[in-house]
Each structure stands twice: as C-alpha cells, then as structure tokens.
C-alpha cells in the first residue's frame, strides 16, 4: 500500500478532449492532480465535471489526451491501466455490494493483499478509524444515505489510493453525515492522497480545500480563491493546476 | 374414466413401491440435464455479461438472435444434432449418436439462447456503478466481472431454474438423438411418450406426477429466489 | 321458494344438456363414421390407402385411421375409442377377443419379417435358415441388437424368438430402444446393429441404411394380421355396423386380390389369408 504513496509525483493529464455528437464537452488543456491536495471542481450541471473525472479515473475514454504519472508521458492505452490502477473514482451515490460492510471494506484489498487475516486486520482497524466498527456484519444495502458514503469512503481508504475522485459527494446526505464526510476526506489528504471533489458550493468543504476551479462549458479556469491558494502556499506543495 | 382412475392408483403404486424401471428413468433425466445446465450455463452467463456491457457492432442483431432462438422447437434441435453425429455427418467419427452425450449436446443447445437470453436481462437490471465500482477498487476485469454476477446472483439463479425446467421435460430432441434406450438414455419425456404409445398408462401417469412434483418444486424454488432477490 | 326455482331450473339444464349430448352421441354414430386403429407398419406401407377409399365409395361410410403400436390400437378397442382393430400380434388378439372387448376377428393377410444387420455381418449369421438360432449367436456374441422395445407387434416377434433361442437378452449390447421401426432402422445402421424388421418398412426404408437382409423365410417370422370389431355390448355409440361393414369388405374377394396386387418397389409385401389362392 504505502509503496505508492512514496512516490510523490502529481498526475498530469493534458489536452483532454471529448466530443458526444458532435458537441465538444470537454477540452482542457491541462488538468493537475497533486499529492496531499484537494481540490474543488465547482461548475454548473452539464459543464463537464463527471466526464472529466471519468476519464481521469480511467473509466471512460476521451477522443484524446496525454498522461504523465510518475513523470512519463503515455498515450492513452497504456496510461488508462495507470490511471485505472492508481486513482478511486467515487460514484455521487456510492455503489456498495450486497454483502456486509466489512466484505465492502475488504473488496479492493483482495486484489492487493493475499493472506486473509491480514486483509481481515487491516479491515478492523479502517473500521475503527472510521467508527463504523458496530456496522462490520451489516449488510450494506440496510445503510442509511450518510452510513453508506462513509463507507465507501473507507472502503477507499483502504487502499491508501494516490488519487481520489469524489463526484458530488456531499449533495445527497444530511448535515450531520456531511460534516463526518468531510473529517474523512480530511484525514484521506493527511494520508497523501491527491483529492478532486466535484459540487456546486463547497462552504462545507472550505477546511479542506487547497485549490478551487470552474468548469465552463468543459474549459477550466482558476476560481478566486486568495484562501485556497495561500494554504497551499502555505503547505509548499508542487502547483496544482496550470491552466494554459 | 374408468382407466383414469385405475391407471392413476396403479401410478402411485408404481412410485411409491420404488419400481427400479421407473425410478432409473427419473435418475437418468436429472443426471442428463444437470449435467447439460452445468455445462451451458458458464458460457451463458459469460455471452449474456459480454452482450450486456460491452458495445460492439452486431450486438443487438445478436441480441435478437439469441431471443428468437428461443422458440426453436425441440426436435429441430433434435434434427440438428442428430444429422451433425450422425454417421453421414460431419461429427459421425465421434460415435456419439443415441448416447446420453447426444442428449447432452441436445439440450445444451436448447436451453443455451434461454440462459442467455435471461441471464442477460438480469445482467442488464444491474447498475453500470457495479462494474465501475469494482474497475475503479482495483478488480481485474474477469474478477469484476464475477462480481456484477455475485450482484445479480439471484436473477441467474432464476434464469438456470427456467433453463433446467425446460430440458428437464423436453422430449423432441431426446428422443430423437437418445433413441429412448432403456437403461441408457431414455428419460422421463420419453419413457411418458412410449409408455402412452404402449397403452400403457400408469407408467405414463407415475412419470408424469414426477415431472409436475418437479415442476411445481422448480416454480416454488424459483418465487423464493425471487423473494429473496426484492428482499435483498 | 327461491331454492325451488334454483333447483327447477338447474334440473332443467341438466336434461337439457344430457338431451343435447345424446343427441350429438346418436348424430355422430349415425354420421356414416368408422374409427379403426391399426399399426404403424400397416400404415406405413401404405396399402390402407389402396384399399379404404374403396370401401369408402361403395359403402358411403368414411374410415378414420388412427396409427399406433398394436398394444395402444387394442387398448383404444378396449376402451371404446376406436370401432375396430386392426393388428398383428396373434396372442394378443385372441386375448382381446376372450375377455370380451372385441367380437368377429378375422385373419386378413400376413407378411412376413427379416433379420437384418450390418453389411459386413460381424456375428456371421448370413444365411442361416433358422431365426431362433441366429438370435442365438447374436446373444452369444453380444453383438449389438436394437429392441423396439415398445409392445408393438414386431416386439412381440421379437421376445416370441428369443424365447424360442431360449435367451433372456439383456446387457449392454441389448438396446430396447421404444420407438417406431422406423426409428430403430436408423438407429441399428448407425450403430451398426441387428434388429427384427417387418419386410414392408424395410423395403421402403433400406436404400437409406447401411444393412442388409441377413435371415429371411423362417416358418416363425410370419407375421398374421387380424381385424376385429369393437364389442358394441360394451360402449354406447360405437359404429358396429360400419365397423362389420369394413370387416366385410376387407375379408371380401376384391380386397383380398387388392392385397395380393399391393407392390413397393415392385416387390409384394402382403399375402391374403381370408380368401387363398385365385
């Protein structure tokens, strides 16, 4: 797991272009994914965020685009196993298996780990860390809307992913699970990981945020974000975005 | 009315002493088509997943194709397999005509476009997060796959029920390609035609109370498994 | 007083419609209708439709065939389905007639059956002269043989021989197959097999089989069919007189020249039995 976190290069994708029917969706020039930072894509319905993090999460296929992860530049093909391997794109409303929360947690683990009983730890101490211990048999369709994000979020973390894509994360639960949501997200960044989360106002999220930027009509432009980017400063992380 | 009653008596003798002849044909039906639902029902699963995630050209005219083959009657796939063995046919080297592997082939091929057909429509209920969620965890895509079928475990469950159900009382195509020998492939379907064609009703009756407790067991099991699919 | 009239008025429909169901009962007796099972081979062979229309002209009735195994033609006599049988299966026939389900059976003609089998013969039973003996071999070498199986005339035939080779055939190699003899043709070719065959279909099948003739004129491979008339004491509406019409007629010296005359593949398939000998 923390052999990714030791390599603390952003993710880079540029000249990401994607057409449907015709109509350009999307064309940004160049979209930075940062270590320890997080970022809020604000924009309207339709201006293109969930395409974007699609196509960064490795999920969907642009018409083109150039990727550099640890500092190579690839062509599509190959750097969408790199970006299926190394980001978590997370739905709006998380899809949890039918099974309990605990097999939830140890999904992606399986792929990663071999010996069940570590697997099997490491899923203890998530749910602990997340305080979701007394929900481990569950099954995880019974969950309430905040219960559900929280542990998807955890399933996540488990994999101490380098990036993770958040798609409107907090438009479908109350405040009290939202406030619990953005504590995660926070200790995820303490973690290492590079977070984008989209949504269309990000008071909640301000403690956490580093970088804000707008999607218009599938181009990104920097917000104003004087508070943002003097954390950032701050922090003395690499650049987050440049655009153009 | 007189035989009907006499003939049904004689039939739940028939059951209930455990005739062997009777009970060898009941062992053979399930043995055949257990073994031709086991076979099919991977290959099916997988065409039905391919069909209902990937996108490629002459996937709806498969789609299609795979619905209509449906409603083939038996003994078309009966004929089918039975001029592909025979000797004067392209697979006669193989000597498998009027053996249970015949049967088997039969079968198969029957319930094949239904398990596709269902396992497909079960496959494309589930939600596309299923599968991206599992992409974006780190599932390979085989292992992602198995996954989306876990998801809908119950839906292909009832899919193999219906498939099980219709070879287990399909006569055409066994008959034709089994050749109905006793001990060796003749089965509930035919011993019922033959038995009848002998005038010979209880034996017909008995087989029958079979395939119906069968059926009624299959529809019984297969409203659990949906109930428990809306449940879940 | 409401009950009353429920009842009048239920009274009412039953008679009517047990008038109504007598009447049609009566009708469709009347209607010039004879039902006759037979086998298939009879069918088969096609002389039934040489010789019904005939009959059908002269006598204004009409004949319904119904083709089955002789067990089911003479269960369907038994039950009162049919007005007369038409079979060839001796024992059964004289059974039929002695526990009353049918009356006036007459012998109508015979064909005979042949032993047929692989071209290369592996058990070497070309030529032999008695069926019983080169069943025999067959058993004693397990050579493969496909058994009807299925209560039919021909496997009545069939048991009556091996009982006669006195062997109990059973194995592997025994393959009691329960269909038509068409049916098992193709099998036994395809498995290049033995098997009982009634010269009819194998003079209409052969071309397409991969067997030969190999034991024919056995005094014990004659085949006798009978008709018989449905006993009218036992069901009501059954066709008696057109089913003793029928039997009249097939018994008669112009139907039994017909079947001396019937060819297939210019070979003569029947002997008549009732009127011998021109």
Not at chain 2, 96 to 106: D, K, R, S, V
Request: hydrophobic share 50%; aromatic share 6%; glycine share 8%.
């Amino acid at each position: 797991m923390s052999n990714l976190l030791a390599i603390d290069t952003p993710v880079v994708l540029e000249g990401v272009r994607k057409q449907f029917a015709g109509r350009t969706v999307l064309d940004v020039s160049r979209f930075v994914i940062a270590p320890s930072c997080c970022t809020f894509l604000a924009g309207d319905n339709g201006a293109g965020k969930t395409t974007l993090l699609r196509i960064a999460a490795g999920l969907d296929a642009p018409d083109q685009a150039a990727v550099t992860i640890d500092g190579c530049c690839r062509d599509w093909a190959a750097a969408q196993k790199q970006l299926q391997g190394n980001v978590i794109y997370f739905h709006q409303v998380p899809y949890l298996f039918d099974s309990t929360v605990a097999d939830n947690i140890a999904y992606g683990l399986r792929f990663a780990m071999r010996s069940r009983a570590a697997i099997r730890q490491r899923v203890d101490a998530a749910l602990d860390w997340a305080g979701l211990g007394h929900l481990a048999e569950r099954n995880a369709r019974q969950l309430s809307g905040g219960e559900r994000q929280r542990v998807a979020l955890v399933r996540a973390w488990v994999l101490a992913p380098r990036v993770l894509l958040l798609d409107e994360p907090l438009s479908a639960i109350d405040a009290h699970a939202r406030a619990q949501t953005v504590d995660l997200i926070r200790r995820l960044k303490h973690d290492g990981a590079g977070l984008v989360i989209t949504g269309h106002q990000a008071e909640a999220l301000m403690p956490v945020v580093d970088e804000r930027l707008h999607l218009q009509h599938g181009e990104l432009s920097q917000a104003d974000t004087t508070h943002a980017a003097g954390s950032r400063h701050q922090r003395g992380a690499p650049p987050l975005v440049l655009v153009n | 009315m007189e035989s009907l009653s006499g003939a049904s008596r004689e039939a739940f003798y028939l059951l209930l002493s455990g005739d062997p002849e009777l009970w060898t044909v009941v062992g053979i039906s399930f043995s055949v088509s257990l073994r031709a639902i086991l076979i099919a029902a991977p290959l099916a699963i997988v065409v039905a997943f391919v069909l209902a995630h990937a996108r490629f050209p002459g996937r709806r005219p498969m789609l299609s194709a795979f619905n209509a083959l449906q409603a083939v009657p038996a003994v078309v796939v009966g004929l089918t397999v039975y001029l592909l063995l025979s000797r004067s046919g392209p697979f006669g080297n193989l000597r498998l005509l009027f053996t249970q592997n015949a049967m088997i082939l039969g079968q198969v091929l029957l319930c094949f476009p239904l398990l596709v057909a269902l396992s497909h429509a079960a496959l494309q209920a589930l939600d596309r997060r299923a599968w991206e969620t599992a992409r974006t965890l780190g599932a390979p895509p085989w292992r992602a796959m198995l996954t989306t079928m876990h998801e809908v475990r119950f839906g292909l469950l009832a899919a193999l029920i219906a498939g099980f159900g219709r070879i287990i009382a399909e006569v055409g195509s066994s008959l034709m390609v089994g050749g109905n020998i006793l001990g060796a492939t003749r089965n509930i379907p035919t011993a019922i035609a033959l038995e009848t064609s002998k005038g010979e009703y209880a034996q017909g009756i008995a087989l029958g109370a079979v395939l119906l407790a069968l059926a009624l067991a299959l529809n019984m099991a297969l409203g659990m498994v949906q109930g428990r699919g809306e449940m879940a | 007083m409401r009950n009353c009239v429920a009842l009048k008025t239920l009274l009412r429909a039953s008679v009517l419609t047990a008038t109504a169901l007598l009447v049609m009962a009566t009708a469709y007796a009347q209607s010039g209708v004879v039902r006759l099972s037979t086998t298939t081979s009879t069918e088969n062979s096609g002389l039934l439709e040489e010789l019904l229309p005939r009959f059908e002209q002269r006598s204004g009735l009409r004949v319904e065939v119904i083709a089955v195994g002789t067990g089911k033609a003479l269960r369907m006599g038994r039950d009162g389905d049919v007005d007369v049988v038409l079979v060839h299966a001796p024992a059964a026939e004289e059974k039929f007639v002695a526990n009353g389900y049918g009356v006036n059976r007459r012998q109508v003609m015979y064909n005979d059956f042949v032993i047929v089998g692989p071209r290369g013969d592996p058990a070497g039973i070309a030529g032999t002269k008695d069926a019983a003996q080169a069943l025999a071999r067959l058993a004693a070498q397990r050579a493969p043989f496909v058994s009807r199986g299925d209560d039919s005339g021909t496997h009545k035939m069939e048991l009556a021989l091996w009982r006669s080779a006195d062997v109990q055939p059973a194995g592997q190699w025994y393959r009691e197959a329960g269909q038509g003899m068409g049916r098992v043709l193709l099998m036994a070719s395809e498995l290049d097999a033995y098997t009982l065959c009634d010269r009819g279909t194998w003079l209409a099948m052969h071309e397409k089989l991969a067997l030969r003739v190999l034991v024919q004129g056995d005094q014990r491979l004659y085949n006798p069919y009978g008709i018989i008339a449905v006993n009218p004491a036992r069901h009501a509406g059954l066709q008696y007189t057109g089913a003793m019409a029928l039997i009249d007629w097939i018994i008669s010296r112009e139907a039994q020249e017909l079947i001396r005359g019937f060819r297939i593949n210019n070979e003569p398939l029947f002997s008549p039995l009732a009127v011998r000998g021109p």
